[in-house]
């Protein structure tokens, strides 16, 4: 069943275009990322979903049901907001147990819902403190149990990982993972974060200027993106410009590459390769990354630490099969 | 590459200021004695202790033959702070300022609310523009132009007859307490004048307690499925409480003070302040007078016990 229908939907705020004619469907269960770079439209669309903002064109449904002019409080959506919006003067268990308590849950009730959903995020015994007591990470556990003691059929995340160190942030990417398969209940996630959108989402929208540029599973997003944008957001895509494509017998004007496929060496049976001399190279721990100059187009490969790195100014084939080249949209 | 110093250390500010900053930074803690002495000496001696000495008074009595002071340590004063009559100015004064301060708060919630929330840009500076302008201008020429509004022949009967209304008033008026011969002549009057003059003093601490809720806070409550009433109730309200409760300081111990509205709006019966005013000037009774100004100290220490109590700080 489709969890979330988006059919050509915009959101304008007077002249501009928050989100433009976005067409989108979100199956029951799946793990979604919404994917941009900041004002692509990606939490106006989120926003849209949780009935904060209402659209000024289009038309969207939530599990079948038209949800146009029907406000957040009486959908189904629970939404853990980027800086959590814990209520300061009550206490974590009084947080968790609100969306129950205005429901009218009786007091015994809604009390032990409220520390069921406390030890699913691994807070037992916090339920006395208050926000104010509790560091970052533990505060978006405490959001995330609020919301999710609602039984929400869906679940909206707004860049809820952003203020996070890197080790919190790995380990709740795998505890958000868990957890949303074990309930089965749908996520849209909402980041900038390229890696978090490809390691836990099961499809990605990327969006930029209010328009979705793909829309498809991690693996192709960062594959085989479709636009320049998407190459260049969604990792570090090399983009050769039409002059190469043409070199290489490529029909569109410009073609994707990622730096992984290439390697600094003579070509093999089958592959392409194109001549230029190193321009810069940097070490990144697993790799190293050169800038190779070819024909005045810069193109990153990545190159194994293990092998020699040449010196800037020297001269260098660089290869790849044949395949890894991707053809792009113009746009 | 230009050179900015030729040293690590830079050269010392020449004379005593630059001396003077080195020093301070040294000393913060001496820095901090030099600003804070003068207003706690000033707070503390001045304030305070004259405040004290008032108290003082009114563990005295006054000899009602002689009229002169007895500097004897006495509770006959307060017996007579007791007494009928005067419970009857102290209880009609609390009633006032009791009302007066619910009904500034129901009135100013909504104006801070807009003020706090939608209000941008000019209607912003507007908005302080019309709140602070009535604070600008005289008290008495205010409280004199709220007779006139309300007197008689004043332009609240003209315009209530003018849309054939007047048997309301005329209703209103007939009531026991609140009723009188004309508006300005009532206690509706003295309400009416009070709630005007301290209203300002309830909207800008609600507005600054609004100001401060971060609006995803109502968005969450929403989003959780609180009604705009629920929101309201369980999150807007406990956050705005500590400025309800700063305004009504204000509004209740203005009121509870104040001995110029009630001389000349309302009935000519006594409020605590004018029976300071009356007790230290005409009857010459200061330890009456000082154990007056001891009951609006007492309440307002009361109030804010319970305040506490109930948890009107705890969002602060």
Known sequence: MTAVLFDNVSRHF?????????????????????????GSGKTTCLRLMAGFEQPTGGHIEIFGETAEGVPPYRRSVNTVFQDYALFPHLSILDNVAYGLMVKGVGREERRKAAEDALAMVKLPSYGSRRPGQLSGGQRQRV?????????????????PLGALDLKLREQMQEELKSLQKSLGITFVFVTHDQGE??????????????????????????????TRFVADFVGSSNVLPAKLCQKLGVRSTYASLRPEAIALSAPGEGALSLNGTVSAHSFLGAV????????GARIAVASPAS?????????????????ELHPMEDA | MTTVAENFVLPERRGAAGRLSDFFWKHPHVLLTVMLAPPLLWLGVVYIGSLFALLLQSFFSIDDFSGLINYEFTFATYRQLLSETNLDIILRTVSMAAVVTVASALIAFPIAYYAARYAQ????????LGIMLPLWSSYLVKIYAWKLILAKEGIVTWFLAKVHLQWLLDAWLSLPVVGGNSLSVSYTGTFIVFVYV????????????LERVPGNLIEASSDLGG????????????????????????????????????????????????????????????????????????????YLYMAKRMGAFDAL
């Open chain 1, 197 to 226: 959108a490809l390691s836990m989402a099961d499809r990605i929208a990327v969006f930029n200027d209010g328009r979705i540029q793909q829309l498809g599973s991690p693996e192709e997003v960062y594959k085989q993106p479709k």
């Open chain 2, 227 to 302: 009604t705009p009433a629920q929101t309201f109730r369980y999150v807007l309200f406990p956050l705005a409480l500590p400025g309800i409760v700063a305004g009504s300081i204000f509004t209740f111990s203005l009121t509870l003070g104040d001995y110029i509205i009630p001389q000349i709006i309302g009935s000519s019966r006594l409020f605590i302040g004018q029976a300071v005013y009356a007790q230290q000037g005409t009857a010459g009774n200061i330890p009456l007078a000082a154990a007056f100004t001891v009951v609006p100290i007492v309440i307002m220490g009361a």
């Open chain 1, 307 to 323: 092998l020699v790195v040449p010196t800037v100014g020297s001269p260098v084939t660089i290869s790849f099969a044949a395949h």
């Open chain 2, 121 to 128: 840009g000019k209607w912003k500076v507007l908005f302080y």
């Open chain 2, 198 to 209: 301290w209203l300002p003093f309830m909207i800008l601490p609600i507005q600054a307690a």
């Open chain 1, 143 to 159: 959001a995330l149990a609020r919301a999710l003691v609602n039984k929400p059929k869906v679940l909206l995340l707004d860049e």
């Open chain 1, 14 to 38: 007077g002249a501009v275009r928050a989100v433009d004619g976005v067409n989108l469907e979100i199956a029951e269960g799946e793990f979604f990322a919404m994917l941009g770079p900041s």
């Open chain 1, 288 to 295: 190293n990354r050169v800038v190779v100059d070819v024909d």
